[in-house]
């Protein structure tokens, strides 16, 4: 089978998400656009370079709707023979791209492809598609549906994570995150936003917030106590669900679980002949991927099992990954997998991750490979696996290799 290589991974820099955020008035065409473009031009792209642009976002409705990966590319220099597809597997959206992508290269189904996301989540609001899962009886009491807060918590509950590992967590993710900014681990992979006159909007992720310590984090209120305990009450939901829980800890809050943000990135995967026509020298192989279905209620537990899934088919054990990425989208996500596998907290996110940095939910999982890939070099690594935990009870993986 063909082998896949990624030869270029680029972001855009995570914006607050927010009416007064750099880029609430960059409208997601706008921002996939500039994104395809960087990539075109670092990479001297030309013609019909590549076979089609794979493009996730989760709330694909407004301005995100229509098959918004087509739109981005007639909005962008690539050549309009290239087509688009857009894709939703909720917070694996971005990691779905690449990992399709890549199956179609390892296919033969031509030689290149972009792959990535976008979400504006300041500008098309989280749950505005008014998804089924979360709003149909048919199917949400059936599930035992609850929002994916409260599903952290449970995780917390259920794994006997306290609030004060949670919130140890996320200061380490922001102390992490302003190290690598400091010291410049991705000044290679962010490109920076401007406006039509050329003018710098964004170069820098804003949603950050490095002052943060264990005294601001307890002061702050458990966000999904007062929906799980008083209305609607989607703790006694849970625990019909889950009848040995007496009690469900909430102890996440805006401090530890990630941030509402905009961004968007873009992945450059091709084969051996792709790089030979181009002159470009392939950064890492794409070894692996996986996807899974999981508990829709705990919903968040998938890089559990899809880590456990990947390794598996492909011969590996946990101790040949030398690096990983697991999105934070809550805290309890990234405890319960360093729990799961032994694996300790310095090789996980070692530059921060969602909790300081925000989750742009469609962009996302590409953005966590090609930090993945970045640091892997920097490093001097091999081997890294990225996974994320997927709404309505999913998990996704990618695992890369230098070369």
């Known amino acids: 089978m063909t082998e896949a290589y990624i030869y270029d991974a680029i972001r855009t820099p995570r914006g607050k998400g927010r009416k007064d955020g750099a880029l609430h008035e960059v409208t997601s065409l706008r921002l996939s656009a500039q994104t395809l473009n960087a990539l075109k031009d670092r990479n001297n792209l030309s013609g019909h370079a590549v076979e089609d642009v794979i493009w996730g976002n989760v709330t694909q409705v407004m301005?995100?709707?229509?098959?918004?990966?087509?739109?981005?590319?007639?909005?962008?220099?690539?050549?309009?023979?290239?087509?688009?597809?857009?894709?939703?597997?909720?917070?694996?959206?971005?990691?779905?791209?690449?990992?399709?992508?890549?199956?179609?290269?390892?296919?033969?189904?031509?030689?290149?492809?972009?792959?990535?996301?976008?979400?504006?989540?300041?500008?098309?609001?989280?749950?505005?598609?008014?998804?089924?899962?979360?709003?149909?009886?048919?199917?949400?009491?059936?599930?035992?549906?609850?929002?994916?807060?409260?599903?952290?918590?449970?995780?917390?509950?259920?794994?006997?994570?306290?609030?004060?590992?949670?919130?140890?967590?996320?200061?380490?993710?922001?102390?992490?995150?302003?190290?690598?900014?400091?010291?410049?681990?991705?000044?290679?992979?962010?490109?920076?936003?401007?406006?039509?006159?050329?003018?710098?909007?964004?170069?820098?992720?804003?949603?950050?917030?490095?002052?943060?310590d264990m005294q601001s984090l307890g002061s702050l209120s458990p966000a999904f106590q007062a929906m799980g305990e008083v209305m609607p009450g989607f703790d006694k939901v849970a625990m019909l669900k889950y009848p040995h829980l007496e009690k469900i800890n909430h102890i996440h809050h805006a401090g530890n679980s990630s941030g509402i943000v905009d961004?968007?990135?873009?992945?450059?995967?091709?084969?051996?002949?792709?790089?030979?026509?181009?002159?470009?020298?392939?950064?890492?192989?794409?070894?692996?991927?996986?996807?899974?279905?999981?508990d829709p209620t705990i919903m968040l537990t998938g890089p559990v099992p899809v880590t456990e899934k990947i390794l598996a088919e492909n011969g590996m054990t946990i101790n040949d990954i030398d690096l990983f990425e697991v999105n934070e989208a809550f805290a309890a996500v990234v405890m319960r997998f360093m729990q799961a596998f032994d694996v300790d907290h310095d090789k996980v996110n070692v530059n921060g991750g969602s909790i300081a940095m925000g989750h742009p939910l469609g962009a996302t999982g590409a953005m966590i490979i090609g930090t993945l890939l970045d640091e892997l070099e920097r490093a001097d690594k091999e081997v890294g696996l990225a996974t994320l935990c997927i709404a309505s009870g999913m998990g996704a993986a990618t695992i890369i290799e230098r070369v």
Not at 195 to 203: A, K, M, P, S, V
Not at 263 to 290: C, D, H, Q, S, T
Request: charged fraction near 25%.
């Open 263 to 294: 961004g968007a990135a873009a992945v450059l995967i091709g084969n051996k002949e792709f790089g030979e026509k181009y002159g470009l020298k392939p950064r890492a192989r794409i070894r692996a991927n996986a996807k899974i279905g999981t």
């Open 63 to 212: 301005e995100q709707g229509g098959c918004l990966a087509r739109s981005a590319v007639l909005a962008s220099d690539l050549d309009e023979r290239i087509p688009g597809l857009a894709i939703n597997r909720f917070c694996a959206s971005g990691m779905e791209a690449v990992n399709l992508a890549a199956n179609q290269v390892k296919g033969g189904a031509g030689m290149a492809y972009i792959a990535g996301g976008v979400e504006m989540m300041g500008r098309v609001a989280m749950g505005s598609d008014g998804a089924a899962i979360a709003v149909d009886p048919s199917i949400a009491m059936e599930q035992y549906f609850v929002p994916q807060g409260i599903s952290a918590d449970i995780i917390a509950t259920e794994y006997g994570f306290t609030r004060d590992e949670a919130d140890q967590l996320a200061v380490a993710s922001q102390q992490r995150a302003e190290k690598a900014w400091k010291e410049g681990r991705f000044k290679n992979s962010v490109i920076t936003i401007t406006d039509q006159n050329g003018l710098t909007i964004l170069d820098h992720d804003e949603y950050m917030r490095p002052q943060t």
